[in-house]
């Protein structure tokens, strides 16, 4: 029995009502029929569409496994329901929350993901494949669940950037927010990362406070369907937050105003023209492209055979060209060599190659599973053939390969190809036809200038790889590419052991490119979650600001309490709250004790002589001595609330401080952040102080915010 009949119909099978991990039998069980008709998460209800439906098959065997439609859904109905019940309630929480939930989720999946392994490999995937897509989706949840609870406030909106002085009096300045989008976001997906594909776009969005309605490919949705059912019923996510369509998205767009944003993978033809979709386009709602991408890995000159960069270079362009059997909008698909190892290359791929056994992946020694469905056969078989009409072929035959395990005629099979072309400069389609499967073409250049210029002829890319020891190779392969590319790695010998390699998008960093890549960015950390929020400007004054952020900027009132700041809980101390501490004159022996307990006899604190043609004129004491002296004025020794020092931020040293000088210090509570409470700690927060420390004659003399742990009351 096909494994999506023991997932999604276990009852008339197993004869028994035990769930597999992941799946809730009570919704299943008024299925009766097999292969399942999919559903459409509308509006907090399971729905199947009506009419005629799309059939799914398995690419290994070529069985139907499901069946899907979005006939007579309502789309103005799930646009509605995001709008009004899933972004009020996402919004209500701070990012610390949402980030919280996006761990809990992830936690839920991951304890699921056997369940998810069983459904994928319906799709082709070979067990690497699909570790790359759940556990790699799964991943990208905790990556935005620990960034947003480091890197975002505990608050409903984010501060982007310093306040900005606008006026000389210092009573007009600026500040950005931003703060969610107020509709929804429609997530298109291509159909090769059925999970991550969706996941990946939902971390950052669930993170911004925006509700979203997935619509992954219909091929493979099977697979989307089933980990977004576990979602579902984990009922982590506020409802509202999250909605499905298997099948076409109808007039969906349609339904979308200006406080929307469309996040698009697939094919360059389909996003350009739902990019100019008329509600798209009159209302101006943000579109972001995830597209083709002719992306190339080049060998350094000075990596011959014999070196270790040589070895990783083969071995990365035969695992790109076979992993998901190539059907992954990362993959190398132009391999740049120095027109003097070109025959070592090809040998090396070839002998590679050959150990690659293709068939059902869940027979033992094969590393190459089926396409994703046998219309892709005929797709990557059209586009390999155009690059075939104007190369070489180095390995592979269209007709005649094995199929370990399976049969060639009913799964959707498809042999690695290797091309190569001697006149790179002289053809386009290598250039220029992504054949979306395990295909390649090898090309040689004489000079990295040149292997510059056929980087730059894919238009556009998403990535590309340099490998090579020499990094001046590097330096010029990145100044001179990386206009047309989103993402660039360089590996060695030094970073190969570590390398997450060529195709592996990260939630730390950007994944998109220019032009022919769609011009559309996703992901690198924080920034992917501003692609969800209104960045806003405010102006006014700083006390009007300060209390609108929740953030303490200089010009704004200050208040001053009774008690000493540190003797306050973290629910006590108030943004603004400030102390303005006693005096203390600096003398030579503070500087010479200073000098001797650090070990720092810098001539500028030490040496009269030396001092005097110095920029100082004279000696100066040490700016870490006048650090250490404001905290003496500011810090209450008797036990309190304070924790510890957490730390300290921006630094600057904007006057010196002399001899005979009389410091004083500003202290003010600039932000307190919540931390979570964990079994056996403290209940605690953050709290950033402004600290200005000035002279005699009122000047600043160092500015910096310290961070302090403070205990909550509780
Ligand atoms: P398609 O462009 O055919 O489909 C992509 C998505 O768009 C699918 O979900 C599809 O739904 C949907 N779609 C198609 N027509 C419409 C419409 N009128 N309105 C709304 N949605 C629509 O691409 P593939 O799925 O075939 O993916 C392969 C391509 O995607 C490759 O060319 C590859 O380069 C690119 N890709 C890019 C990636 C990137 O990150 N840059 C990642 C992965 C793939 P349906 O299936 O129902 O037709």
Not at 193 to 198: A, C, I, N, R
Not at 648 to 666: M, Q
Not at 699 to 706: D, F, H, K, L, S
Request: glycine residues 10%.
């Amino acid at each position: 029995m096909c494994p999506i009949c023991i997932l999604m119909n276990p009852l008339p099978f197993l004869g028994e009502t035990r769930p597999l991990p992941g799946i809730n039998i009570e919704s299943m069980a008024t299925i009766s029929t097999s292969p399942r008709r999919l559903g459409n998460y509308v509006a907090g209800e399971w729905a199947t569409g009506s009419g005629k439906q799309t059939d799914l098959f398995h690419a290994v065997t070529g069985d139907k496994v499901a069946e899907a439609s979005t006939n007579g859904i309502d789309y103005s109905a799930m646009v509605d329901h995001a709008r009004l019940i899933g972004g009020p309630a996402l919004r209500k929480l701070t990012f610390h929350e949402r980030a919280r939930r996006l761990k809990a989720l992830a936690m839920y999946l991951m304890e699921r993901k056997e369940a998810f392994y069983a459904v994928s490999a319906m799709t082709g995937a070979t067990r690497a494949d699909s570790w790359i897509d759940i556990e790699g989706g799964i991943g990208t949840l905790f990556a935005y669940s620990s960034r947003g609870r480091r890197e975002l406030p505990d608050e409903t909106f984010y501060i982007d950037g310093a306040t900005e002085a606008l006026s000389k009096g210092g009573q007009f300045v600026g500040r950005h927010i931003c703060v969610p989008l107020e509709g929804v976001a429609i997530h298109i997906n291509a159909f090769n990362f059925p999970v991550w594909g969706m996941l990946e776009k939902l971390a950052p969005t669930i993170l911004a406070g925006v509700p979203a309605i997935v619509k992954p490919a219909t091929l493979t949705s099977y697979l989307t369907e089933a980990v977004f059912r576990a979602m579902v019923e984990s009922k982590i996510l506020p409802e509202g937050s999250i909605q499905l369509l298997c099948g076409s998205a109808g007039t969906l767009l349609g339904h979308l105003d200006a406080q929307c944003a469309v996040a698009f993978t697939g094919s360059a033809t389909t996003g350009q023209m739902l990019k100019q979709n008329k509600t798209i386009v009159s209302e101006n709602v943000r579109f972001n492209q995830e597209a083709d991408s002719l992306n190339f890995s080049m060998l350094g000159p000075d990596a011959g055979p014999g070196t270790e960069e040589f070895d990783l270079f083969v071995k990365e362009v035969a695992r790109e060209m076979t992993v998901k059997a190539g059907q992954k909008c990362t993959a190398i698909r132009r391999t740049f060599v120095h027109e003097s190892m070109m025959q070592d290359v090809m040998r090396a791929l070839t002998t590679r190659l050959e150990g690659v056994k293709v068939g059902d992946p869940s027979v033992e020694g094969v590393r190459m599973g089926p396409l994703a469905g046998r219309t892709q056969v005929a797709d990557v078989r059209k586009n390999a053939e155009a690059i075939g009409r104007v190369t070489e072929r180095a390995y592979g035959t269209f007709d005649d390969f094995d199929v370990v395990g399976a049969d060639r005629t009913k799964g959707a099979f498809f042999p690695p190809l290797l091309f190569y072309s001697n006149d790179p400069f002289h053809v386009v389609e290598p250039h220029d036809v992504e054949a979306f499967g395990p295909v390649n073409t090898v090309m040689p250049y004489k000079s990295v200038d040149e292997a510059i210029a056929l980087a730059k002829r894919g238009r556009g890319s998403l990535v590309g790889s340099v490998f090579t020891a020499d990094d001046k190779v590097a330096r010029a392969m990145a100044l001179g590419t990386a206009a047309h590319h989103g993402r660039l790695l360089f590996v060695n010998h030094q970073s190969a052991k570590e390398s997450t390699g060529h195709g592996s998008p990260l939630p730390n960093l950007v994944h998109g490119g220019p032009g022919r890549a769609g011009g559309g960015e996703e992901m690198g950390g924080i920034r992917g979650v501003m692609h969800y929020m209104q960045r806003t400007a405010l102006q006014g004054s700083p006390t009007t600001l300060s209390r609108i952020v929740h953030e303490y900027m200089p010009g704004a009132a200050q208040t001053a309490g009774a008690r000493h700041p540190f003797q306050k809980f973290l629910e006590e101390l108030e943004v603004g709250e400030t102390l303005i501490t006693g005096t203390r004159t600096i003398t030579d022996a503070d500087v010479v004790n200073f000098a001797a307990l650090s070990g720092d006899k810098f001539y500028a604190h030490m040496d009269d002589d030396a001092a005097r043609t110095s920029i100082f004129d004279k000696r100066v004491a040490h700016g870490y001595f006048i650090v250490s002296a404001a905290a003496g004025l500011f810090v209450d020794p008797a036990p309190g609330p304070v924790l510890a020092n957490y730390g300290l931020e921006d630094l600057r040293f904007t006057k010196p401080v002399y001899i005979g000088d009389t410091i004083r210090v500003r202290l003010t509570v600039k932000q307190k952040t919540e931390k979570e409470d964990r079994e056996g700690q403290i209940p605690q927060g953050v709290v950033h102080w402004d600290v200005e420390v000035s002279n005699q004659d009122r000047e600043p003399v160092a500015v910096y915010t310290i961070l302090t742990l403070v205990r909550k009351r509780g």
